[in-house]
């Protein structure tokens, strides 16, 4: 073996490691959480005593958790049908802007993610109040929906100016009107961006926890509240378990990108 | 069908004038070429034709009647585009067939109909594949039999040929000379190649900063350009600095030019200098010293089947020609150049 040979499978080597270290990095916190949820002991803990579903049942009897599920459930549902719609209808709108107003108009869309969660969660508690929606979930769902937008609306942009705006002219020019152009050309060439972007609004509306805080309606919880409140008081798997689930969600999210425009192309 | 006419189209981007006053018709069934150098105007008075892009000023008459606040998806005009602007989501047949679900016609007329196109570009067997299976000559058809499939009253080519490599480029280019005569459709063909133009054109407009610089046959533009700028781009040209002395009448000017005085045909009338424009056909290398011009070889190239120099004539003009390869040249380069005085052509060297 030469010189050469070996010094590039030395190369080789510290790259994977690298991956693989990086992929530990990223997914240990997740085994984790997964392992501690099945166990069949008392406590979270590594390596888990044992298998068992017991704390996912554990988790259904809590009426005050299987409540905030729901609720996280409803509002994440809601604000991935809103956002996804307007984002579509304003990146759509973006494209007749020129240049120079299209910068502006993105930076405009997509200033909830620039500003601190909490100016922002702040912020609208203060207009909440003012228009009278001070603790109420639809002043909740209000706050979800501003900031799961920009991830929906960044998705949906990026899908739109990969279309070759002569495809536009071409159908046009065979008869189409815009709603038909729209119809058969440009939504089924946006769909990856539109399915991505409302699997982020979706699974963003659902972590969600400082705005929650700040908004959450009276006698309501989201469920990452919920669990908050709960770990303070227990330190039981029932919470590991509720991670689980979330973790489940999301992994159904990516299942949904794939099966319905491949990853390759979201991606 | 119809006939096309355009009068004193303008269009401006901000301050770049982009047509200016472009004036063209065509008569029904006619194929006419916009030719020219990139940046030209070509798209742009194509857009214009097409209702993507509304014109600043001037008028586009079909059959007489003005279309300019028709819009485009209601004038039935087919348009293939340069970068072919496939739907990349629909197979080829759905690609084709497009244009026809806005169209009266049941579906199984809407499939005769597909097939019956792509039977004429040779595309059967591959209704099923999406463009990006395709070659880029495939492309280009699909891209044609989807502009034909709704029977336009115009056809539309923008580059249809650029993207293609050489070998591609005839059969193409005589499947479009085909299917637009086989249709009687009038087409519109934008190219900055002028054998292309040549070939497929029954007129030509040579184009110039936005400009028409000459409307006419291809015969006409080769042999009859109005300026240098037409004759340069419409194949090899050799200029001489003429003095024009006097008109003859009858077409006819007698000029000094290349170190001789000659009779010539040109468009006056002139004053003082023009232009003579000598195609390297219309010169010939003689040996019984009988051509009008004297000059001395400086450069020849042998390419098989004819044999390329380059003289520099008395006055000190150089020109290009051709002469039979088996003709050996003269050992000290002095040679005798005959004119074909019917084949040259005296004009300004630029229309103000
Ligand atoms: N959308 C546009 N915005 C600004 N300038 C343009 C636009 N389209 C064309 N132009 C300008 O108009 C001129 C003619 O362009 P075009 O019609 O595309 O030329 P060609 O097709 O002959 O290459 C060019 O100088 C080009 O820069
Ligand atoms: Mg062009």
Redesign the interface.
């Known amino acids: 073996m030469t010189v050469a040979s070996l010094g590039s499978r030395a190369s080789r080597l510290a790259g994977s490691s690298l991956i693989v270290l990086l992929y530990a990095f990223l997914l240990i916190p997740l085994v984790a959480v997964v392992a501690a949820s099945l166990t069949a002991g008392e406590f979270m803990r590594l390596p888990p005593e044992g298998l068992s579903l017991r704390w996912f049942a554990r988790f259904f009897q809590r009426g005050d958790l299987v409540e905030a599920l729901l609720m996280s459930l409803r509002i994440a549902l809601v604000s991935t049908l809103v956002t996804g719609i307007v984002a579509l209808m304003a990146a759509l709108a973006s494209q007749s802007l020129s240049r120079r107003m299209a910068v502006w108009f993105q930076i405009g869309m997509t200033l909830p993610l620039l500003i601190p969660e909490l100016l922002t969660a702040i912020g609208l508690l203060f207009f909440l109040y003012r228009i009278g929606l001070g603790k109420t979930v639809l002043g909740l769902q209000i706050g979800h929906i501003v900031l799961a937008f920009p991830y929906c609306y960044v998705s949906i942009a990026a899908a739109l100016r990969q279309i070759d705006p002569a495809l536009d002219d071409a159908s046009g020019s065979l008869g189409a009107s815009g709603w038909q152009t729209f119809r058969h050309v440009t939504l089924p060439l946006a769909m990856p961006g539109l399915v991505m972007g409302a699997v982020f609004a979706f699974i963003t509306s659902f972590d969600l926890y400082t705005v929650s805080l700040l908004l959450k309606p009276i006698g309501g919880n989201t469920l990452p509240l919920a669990l908050f409140d709960f770990l303070t008081y227990e330190f039981s798997p029932t919470a590991a378990a509720a991670a689980t689930m979330s973790v489940l969600l999301a992994f159904a999210g990516v299942a949904v990108i794939q099966k319905l425009v491949g990853l390759q192309r979201a991606f | 069908m119809s006939s096309l006419e355009i009068s004193a189209l303008c269009k401006r981007y901000g301050p770049a004038v982009a047509l200016d006053g472009v004036s063209l018709t065509a008569g029904q069934g006619e194929l006419v070429s916009l030719l020219g150098p990139s940046g030209c105007g070509k798209t742009t008075a194509l857009?214009c034709i097409?209702?993507?892009i509304d014109p600043d000023d001037g008028d586009i008459r079909a059959n007489g009647v003005s279309i300019l606040a028709t819009?485009?998806?209601?004038?039935?005009?087919?348009?293939v585009?340069q970068?072919y602007?496939l739907?990349?989501?629909l197979n080829v047949a759905e690609n084709v067939g497009?244009?026809l679900?806005?169209?009266k016609g049941s579906k199984a007329e809407r499939e005769r109909r597909v097939r019956e196109v792509l039977e004429q570009v040779q595309l059967v067997g591959l209704e099923h594949r999406l463009p990006r299976e395709l070659s880029g000559g495939q492309q280009q058809r699909v891209a044609l039999a989807?502009?034909l499939v709704?029977q336009p009253r115009l056809l539309l080519l923008d580059e249809p040929l650029a993207n293609l490599d050489a070998r591609l480029r005839d059969d193409v280019r005589w499947l479009i000379r085909d299917v637009q005569q086989a249709s009687r459709t009038t087409a519109f063909y934008v190219t900055h190649d002028q054998a292309e133009a040549m070939a497929i054109s029954d007129k030509i407009a040579v184009m110039k900063n936005g400009k028409v610089a000459q409307f006419a046959s291809p015969r006409e533009i080769y042999q009859r350009p109005a300026e240098r700028y037409v004759a340069s781009f419409t194949g090899e040209a050799n200029f001489l600095a003429a003095e024009v002395e006097r008109a003859l009448g009858g077409g006819l000017f007698r000029v000094r030019a290349g170190g001789a005085t000659l009779d010539v045909r040109g468009a006056g009338p002139f004053a003082g200098s023009a232009v003579l424009l000598a195609r390297p056909e219309s010169l010939a290398i003689v040996t019984d010293g009988t051509g009008q011009l004297e000059g001395r070889v400086v450069k020849s190239v042998f390419l098989g089947a004819v044999q390329h120099c380059e003289v520099v004539l008395r006055d000190g003009a150089s020109v290009r020609l051709g002469t039979p390869p088996d003709r050996p040249l003269p050992a000290d380069g002095t040679v005798s150049v005959r004119l074909d005085v019917d084949r040259t052509w005296l004009m300004p060297d630029a229309v103000p």
Request: hydrophobic fraction near 40%.
């Open positions: 857009r097409a209702g993507f819009p485009s998806s209601k004038r039935d005009f087919g348009v585009f970068n602007a739907f990349p989501h497009y244009g679900l806005f169209r989807r502009a709704i």
